[in-house]
């Protein structure tokens, strides 16, 4: 395989630049500003050839020429190239293309050569801040929490996978005024979170405890006047960084983070304490963000607090809805963290784009943020800030989603549940792959927290999605149980294979399937670089389904092990085999699924 050029690009790339090429030798020089789309010659996979262009009848149109005459003088400025099989003028000006057997081998050859599957580097990367997976500390986590986890992972994932520095901020809500009350109890009972006699405390018991305190506290302070001034009290020694108030706070922290990790390890994903910067972090700033933002004019007082206006936000009396940064009682809010925020990502941590994986329905807060912090100077033309707003977990019947009893569903019971299905799902099966007990009860994790991740990122951010079991772990249709399945199969083969190794051989002819299979392998590395700017790793997850599908066909049209296959014959469709499993693992791992070798 060494022998195989290193080929940079795509065969479709390759193939829309040498056709782009000749559109601009043989049409009109582009008009300045150059039209979008101008010498663009639209390729699209089709079922006559490999590919089809239609962008000459495009041009044509735009030209008020003839769009035939157009194509056949595009086919004749290509000139020689021996990637080429055929190229046909058809119907009204389109352009049919098929290319060389060789021409697709080779290039995959080369691909499967690289450990990183032939995916380039971005050209400019940067430095992207990512903010997800924050929850509250002293809270249970919730579905919200669990879209913002998975879809900023696998945003993060992506975006070192095409070179971008990326750093990650845990945005955890660890900051205001309940803490006072949660305080004040906890210095009054100072035992309340001691873990008498227990060497590791577990997540489960954390959030216990941290739930029996929160509702003791509550209802103290509901009922209490004297424990509420002694809590509102506290408030104000916690801001002014009094060292026994801060100390109980940081309890808290602490104890939280226990259960945050628990439920981080469940769902199989790496978060690091580095990361974790919750709004605490910015109180320093907090003074200097109000102070900065009323000297420039930028936020006025109204009614005692310090306000942002907008001329397009309005409340439904048609009044103005100002983005508050203080308070009238001089308390900050969540807005002015929020600026502190962009200002040390920008200045100090040097980011070029800011991401934030967030509910839509905190859309309005962004969109005033984002606004004031440019009005301010923090985000310039060289800064990106975008939401990549998510939407609400529906239950089976299409409201968002609770319990019986109408209770927020713990994220921890999901997770199980969705673990113990799989398990089941896998244990069908065990017997006749030969899984051990240890793992079934791994498969059963990978297949379950796989499930929901994957129906999580298989949707478009922005929509709403049915938490449905059922759905998640089934073995047919667009599920992560299917891809898993397809790269197991393909692991059997590989084993089955023995002694017979995968090689490409270009000097073979392919069958329509492997050509499909060949062609759709060829785009991973542009999926995902236009994934990492898109921000839509539902689109990687698309490509992926589709890549599995492209297998499937594959296995009915085409027999890999056959013993009246020529060896060369076998050994090109390990390959096929071979690259279509690296490509499912690695971006698998890039959504953040596991691929067990034997499922
Ligand atoms: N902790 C917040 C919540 O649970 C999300 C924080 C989002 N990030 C931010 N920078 N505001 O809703």
């Excluded at 149109?61 to 099989?85: C, F, M, S, T």
């Excluded at 059963?444 to 796989?450: C, K, T």
């Amino acid at each position: 395989m060494a022998s195989v050029p290193s080929l940079a690009s795509t065969v479709q790339q390759r193939l829309a630049d040498a056709l782009s090429a000749a559109l601009r030798e043989t049409g009109p020089a582009a008009p300045s500003p150059r039209p979008a789309g101008w010498g663009d010659p639209m390729l699209r996979r089709s079922d006559r050839a490999d590919f089809q262009a239609n962008g000459i009848l495009a041009l044509a149109k735009k030209l008020k020429g003839n769009p035939r005459e157009l194509a056949a003088k595009v086919v004749e400025a290509i000139g020689p190239n021996d990637e080429l099989k055929e190229i046909e003028v058809s119907g009204p000006g389109f352009l049919n293309i098929t290319l060389t057997d060789e021409a697709i081998v080779k290039t995959l050859a080369a691909r499967a050569a690289d450990d990183r599957l032939g995916v380039p580097y971005a050209e400019n990367a940067g430095t992207t801040v990512v903010d997800y997976a924050q929850p509250n500390v002293a809270k249970e986590m919730h579905v919200g929490h669990l879209r913002s986890a998975v879809i900023g992972d696998a945003m993060v994932q992506i975006l070192e996978f095409t070179g971008e520095k990326v750093i990650r901020r845990h945005h955890i809500g660890d900051w205001g005024t309940q803490y006072g009350m949660l305080i004040q109890f906890l210095i009054e009972h100072p035992h309340e979170l001691d873990h008498e006699g227990v060497e590791e405390v577990t997540g489960e018991e954390a959030m216990s405890s941290l739930n029996r305190i929160y509702k003791a506290s509550r209802a103290l302070f509901d009922s209490d006047e004297a424990f509420k001034d002694r809590a509102r009290n506290r408030v104000v020694d916690l801001q002014a960084g009094d060292p026994e108030t801060r100390a109980h706070w940081q309890r808290f922290v602490d104890e939280s983070k226990i259960y945050f990790y628990s439920v981080f390890d469940k769902l199989d994903m790496e978060i690091h304490d580095a990361d974790i910067v919750g709004e605490s972090g910015y109180n320093d700033m907090l003074d200097e963000t109000c102070r900065l933002l009323e000297e420039s004019g930028v936020a006025v007082r109204s009614e005692g607090a310090l306000c942002v206006f907008f001329d397009d936000v309005k409340g439904p009396d048609g009044n103005p809805t100002p983005l508050i940064v203080k308070k009238s009682n001089g308390g900050y809010g969540y807005a002015a963290t929020d600026l502190s925020a962009i200002r040390d990502r920008v200045q100090n941590l040097k980011a070029n784009t800011l991401i934030y994986v967030v509910d839509a329905r905190q859309s309005l807060h962004f969109k005033m943020v984002f606004e004031t912090a440019r009005r301010a100077g923090w985000l310039n033309d060289d800064v990106k800030a975008v939401q990549l707003a998510f939407g609400t977990v529906l239950g089976k019947d299409g409201k968002p989603f609770k319990t019986r009893e109408g209770a927020t569903v713990r994220l921890v019971d999901l997770l199980d549940e969705a673990v113990e299905r799989a398990t089941a799902v896998v244990r069908e099966k065990a017997e006749k792959v030969g899984l051990t007990e240890e793992e079934i009860v791994e498969n059963g994790r990978y297949v379950g927290i796989g499930a929901v991740k994957y129906a999580d990122l298989s949707t478009s951010a922005a929509r709403d999605y049915k938490f449905d079991l059922d759905q998640m772990v089934s073995l047919n249709g667009d599920t992560s149980v299917y891809l898993q399945y397809a790269y197991a199969r393909i692991q059997s083969i590989l084993r089955k294979a023995g002694a017979v190794k995968p090689a490409a051989h270009p000097e073979l002819e392919l069958a329509s399937a492997e050509r499909a299979l060949g062609l759709h392998l060829d785009q991973f590395g542009e999926v995902l670089s236009e994934v990492a700017s898109s921000h839509e790793p539902h689109k990687l997850a698309a490509y992926l389904y589709q890549l599995a599908s492209h297998l499937t066909t594959f296995y009915d049209q085409c027999q890999v092990l056959s013993a009246d296959n020529p060896p060369e014959l076998v050994e090109n469709r390990l390959f096929l085999c071979d690259l279509t499993g690296r490509t499912l693992h690695q971006g698998m791992a890039l959504l953040g699924i596991r691929t067990p070798e034997r499922l």
